[in-house]
Structure formats: C-alpha cells, structure tokens
C-alpha cells in the first residue's frame, strides 16, 4: 500500500502533514500524536496561509466516496489547469485562513472537504465542475474569489467564462489585425468598440 492513502481508499495524501484520512491509517496511534506535533502544526498552518494569502480563488468540495485513482486524477487535471488541490484537517484550514481574503470558505470545511486554489479566477472552478459532471461523489459547496463568497451557482458562472490564457489569445488576435482595421477601431465609438470585441470573442467560442 503506498504511504498517504488509508486501506479503504478514502485518504489522499498527506497535504499538510496532518491530514486526517491519513493518520487515521496508522494503527496504534493516536490522530493528533502521529506526525502532527507543535511545530508539524505550525508549519502546516504557514503554508497553507501562504497558499491562501495568494490564491485568487478557493473552492470548496465534498469528496467523500471517491477511489485513489480518481482523486489522483483530479490532481492533475487541477495541475494542468494551473490549479492545486489540498486535503487538510479542517480545524488547521480554518486557522491557515484567518486574515486572507477568501476566509469565508471556512464555513463550508465541514467533513472530508478538499480545497481547489489558483491563481486564474477562472481554472479551479472550470475544473472543479467538470470534474463533478463526471464524479458525483464529488460534491462542490462553494468558495470565495477574493471576499466575494461563492455559491454553487456562482462557481459554475465562473467555470463557464474563459481561462486567463484564452482571453489573452483573443487579444493577441486583435493585436495583429491589420493596421488600417486597428486604426478604425482606435477611432470607433466605445460602443462599437465593445461590439467589435465581443464579436471576435463570439467567433473564437463558436470556431
């Protein structure tokens, strides 16, 4: 069996040092007295206040019920995107969150909770519902862009908007337009402009 993962396959990794699912694995120990002493303690609460204090936006999920594999691809769909998950004690989480703007999802760290962080507002959610779509067990509460608290609703709105990279692709497209087009464009109404621009954007989602 490999280190991090507890015989049932409800644990995923040892995110923080002190990862329930993880401890609990250990026969003969007892939770808190396993790996998670003081100072395992602190340095698990400075990291992920790091990763908070950074992030643009967190999101929240059940993922109870979910097999190794299916976690492990989660992972690194997350990666992919740019995006990270972390499986922490919920108790730690909730301290590592004090001070940063998304603290509201402390609320929602209640059971086997998996936070989904990144710096694109737009590449944890975008995978988090995707992800969902496919794993049902895998169940989104909510999150936080910055103070905005999120809803489900909200998650999946931002999930349906482009990535960061998509948006600078269109741009770059109409960077290189001709330069009599750009030149019109410069010299159009704001109105215009904006319908200009939401053209490109329409014709780039439909292609």
Known sequence: MSEGFTP???GFGRDDGCNPAVLSSRRGRQPERACCGTSGKKEAVEQLNEVFKTTSVAIVAHYSGLTVA??????KQMKQAGASVKVS????????LEGTDVAAIGSL??????IATSND??????????FAKANEKFVILGGSMGKTVLNVDSVKALASLPSLDEL?????????????KLAQLSNAPA????????AHASKGEAA
């Open 191 to 198: 109105a215009k402009l904006a319908r200009v621009i939401q």
């Open 168 to 180: 600078r692709g269109k741009l770059v497209g109409l960077i290189q337009a001709p330069a009599t």
């Open 109 to 114: 760290l209640k059971g086997p909770t998996v």
């Open 70 to 75: 299916q976690m492990q691809t989660l992972r």
């Open 8 to 10: 049932d396959g409800s």
């Open 89 to 96: 004690k919920n108790r730690l989480a909730k301290i590592a």
């Open 121 to 130: 507002p737009v590449a944890a959610p975008k995978v988090a519902i995707e």
